[in-house]
């Protein structure tokens, strides 16, 4: 099986680059694309409700943990950047770039990407997401309580109530399937791989 090792196609450009990112190599089969290609979605909405809170005035908000020298709007951004890069690392576990390292890397491109250095990692993002969104998270809001055990503040989107908690709830929810996709899609590139061995 031959397997294309250039992550940038000849031509260049924009295009190009999406192209080389986002062609699944041959033998990933239909739904095991579908599950990778939506990860990057399950991960859209709450960052577009995370950037959507840098049009609100903050000057009596709260910034909570975030150190004096990190402004909540940089930490905004930065959160919502980081996780939405991270999400479509799910997309190179069916993508050329996920089983041959691009050219363009210094010093490594061009060499194959072993199995574990892309399967271990994955394996333990999906129990990590899965351990946070899908019960951590769920059992925290059934509880009415954050993430280190507080009571929720009342101003707090989920106990706003009306649209504002329906928006919140819309945007957020997605985050649940994040860790069983990239579960799904990781023991699928692993059995994948292991077969091309």
Known sequence: ????????????????????????????????????????????????????????????????????????????????????????????????????LPRWIPVLGGRRVPVAAAGVPAALGAVALTALWTVLAALTQLAGTTLQGDPVP??????????TALWFYVCYAPLVLWGPLLGVVTVAYWRRRRRMS
Do not use: N
């Open 1 to 100: 099986m031959s397997l294309h090792t250039d992550a940038r196609p000849a031509g260049g450009g924009v295009r190009a680059a999406w192209k080389a990112a986002h062609t699944p190599v041959a033998g990933v089969p239909r739904w095991v694309r579908i599950c990778a290609f939506a990860i990057p979605f399950t991960v859209l909405p709450s960052g577009l409700w995370r950037l959507g809170l840098l049009f609100v005035d903050h000057s009596s908000a709260d910034s909570g943990q975030l150190p004096d020298w990190l402004p909540l709007e940089v930490y905004v951004v930065l959160l919502s950047v980081v996780s939405e890069l991270l999400a479509f690392t799910a997309v190179g576990l069916v993508a050329a770039w996920g089983e041959v």
């Open 154 to 163: 009342a101003d707090f989107p989920s106990e706003v109530g009306g649209w």
